[in-house]
């Protein structure tokens, strides 16, 4: 999971990216599969928001229907 978000907000050069723009990247198979239920659902958040508390800073809110967390990766996981 780490690395899915590792690999989303590189791809988007570390501009901030809602939770649920990770979340259709990293469980992209899964929810193509049509696994939406309310239980899957709830694990596959509670997986990206885990991993982007270890490797991301929150930088705000969005302004969107939920408004979801925005997240940036953190300065030491920022390749150099």
């Not at 989303?8 to 990293?26: G, K, M």
């Not at 928001?49 to 979801?68: E, K, M, Q, W």
């Amino acid at each position: 999971m780490q690395l899915a978000v590792c690999r989303v907000l590189e791809s988007r050069d570390n501009q901030p990216t809602s939770t649920s723009d990770i979340l259709a990247y990293s469980h992209a198979h899964s929810l193509y599969q049509g696994r939406t239920s309310r239980v899957h659902m709830q694990g596959y958040r509670r997986s990206v928001r885990r991993a982007c508390n270890v490797l991301c800073d929150r930088a705000g809110r969005s302004t969107t229907i939920g408004r979801p967390i925005m997240w940036v990766l953190k300065r030491r996981w920022q390749p150099e």
